[in-house]
């Protein structure tokens, strides 16, 4: 080797050794997330406090609309919830809640999405045309109608190959970064 190389072969060694370094063992591909957890066992740590919600129904916080389990195993991997502007197909959904769980400690778009919020049956049809206008999929489900985001553009999916998720019901609509997130949401109770 020429002496040139061997100092950028050195750097380059250094440079992978630095970000190995750096690399979050919550970030492993072999470690369950949260919510995996929480559908495998037991937990019983207190939640923590939800952000504004304003405009929600009174009792729906970002605690509330998810499964106990669930906000423990959250929780006790260091995540919290921040609110986010609830908007589906165009339509503001003022008096509806949208959580996103993650750990805001360090810089990562990994987290866990969960939304609620009541609907009229004219928004519903107009937030679903407009999904499916930007090339959403539907399907007729026994507890509402589905509404999935098109996979090539699906930041992750769940075992059935589902990604982001609307559920429109009868006055209401569910969101879930994937169509099984949204058996997590118990809100109503």
Avoid: N
Avoid at 166 to 180: C, E, I, N, S
């Amino acid at each position: 080797m020429t002496p040139r190389i061997l100092p950028a072969i050195a750097g380059l060694a250094l440079v992978l050794v630095a970000l190995s370094a750096c690399a979050s063992p919550s970030l492993s591909t072999t470690s369950p997330t949260p919510t995996e957890t929480a559908a495998q066992g037991d937990a019983s740590t207190a939640p923590t406090t939800s952000p504004s919600t304003d405009g929600a129904p009174e009792g729906l916080s970002c605690e509330s609309m998810i499964s106990a389990r669930t906000v423990a195993a959250l929780s006790d991997a260091g995540w919290s919830a921040e609110t986010k502007e609830f908007v589906v197909g165009g339509i503001e959904l003022p008096e509806g809640l949208l959580c996103f769980w993650a750990d805001y400690t360090v810089g990562s778009d990994h987290g866990q999405l969960y939304g609620w919020s009541p609907l009229s049956s004219a928004d519903a049809k107009a937030a679903e045309q407009a999904l499916l206008d930007e090339g959403w999929t539907l399907e007729d489900g026994s507890d509402g109608t589905y509404v999935t985001e098109d996979i090539e553009y699906s930041m992750g999916t769940d075992e059935d190959g589902y990604g982001m998720t609307y559920l429109f019901g009868d006055g209401w609509v569910r969101l879930a970064d994937t169509r099984q997130g949204l058996i997590l949401i118990e809100w109503p109770r």
